[in-house]
T-cell receptor, first 114, second 109 residues
Framework: DTAVSQTPKYLVTQMGNDKSIKCEQNLGHDTMYWYKQDSKKFLKIMFSYNNKELIINETVPNRFSPKSPDKAHLNLHINSLELGDSAVYFC?????????????FGDGTRLSIL | GENVEQHPSTLSVQEGDSAVIKCTYSDSASNYFPWYKQELGKRPQLIIDIRSNVGEKKDQRIAVTLNKTAKHFSLHITETQPEDSAVYFCAASGNKFYFGSGTKLNVKP
């Protein structure tokens, strides 16, 4: 009965490869997010979708492409992986469009680039 | 855009003492201020939040205060326990969430 679930939990791959991370929430929330947490623990927002529509796209290389097939899913595809992409990626969701509701986080995907 | 500053970056206290973490924000339109706790290797979890129409909120050993005029808010943990050891993040939000840089709290037994 996990509220926000993301897969895989760990992803180890080589530079230059393409990989995807999947996220699903069963909370009935309208808005979903992707965050990147680097080794210094900074939580940096990457994207936000509301009802399948992109509403936030921070300064992220276009190698990162989010896809939201429905409001319960937000997947992240990364092309041509680079060493600097190594981080923990968190999916989150919240109710409503405005940012004044709590965000619920998934358990994270630890991406390691060799 | 919003700028959220969080201090200190690390905090070490003796078990039973109090811990205070402070955040400042820049956007006067921000009206929601949550605090998250992240244990090692785990996801951030909401521990308490406050909205701009109140100045203080308490939940057992944790409390949050908000000064909208000065644009700062603080997390207070009393009677700290070793299981309080974690990284704590503040956030300020109007239309978008902006997280602080985190405070690593170490409670020594």
């Amino acid at each position: 009965d996990t509220a926000v679930s993301q897969t895989p939990k760990y992803l180890v791959t080589q530079m230059g490869n393409d990989k995807s991370i999947k996220c699903e929430q069963n909370l009935g929330h309208d808005t979903m997010y992707w965050y990147k947490q680097d080794s210094k623990k900074f939580l940096k927002i990457m994207f936000s979708y509301n009802n399948k529509e992109l509403i936030i796209n921070e300064t992220v290389p276009n190698r990162f492409s989010p896809k939201s097939p429905d409001k319960a899913h937000l997947n992240l595809h990364i092309n041509s992986l680079e060493l600097g992409d190594s981080a923990v990626y968190f999916c989150a969701s919240s109710q409503g469009l405005a940012g004044n509701q709590p965000q619920h986080f998934g358990d994270g995907t630890r991406l390691s680039i060799l | 855009g919003e700028n959220v500053e969080q201090h200190p970056s690390t905090l070490s206290v003796q078990e039973g003492d109090s811990a205070v973490i402070k955040c400042t924000y820049s956007d006067s339109a921000s009206n929601y201020f949550p605090w998250y706790k992240q244990e090692l290797g785990k996801r951030p979890q909401l521990i308490i939040d406050i909205r701009s129409n109140v100045g203080e909120k308490k939940d057992q050993r944790i409390a949050v205060t908000l000064n909208k005029t000065a644009k700062h808010f603080s997390l207070h943990i009393t009677e700290t326990q070793p299981e309080d050891s974690a990284v704590y993040f503040c956030a300020a939000s109007g239309n978008k969430f902006y997280f602080g840089s985190g405070t690593k709290l170490n409670v020594k037994p």
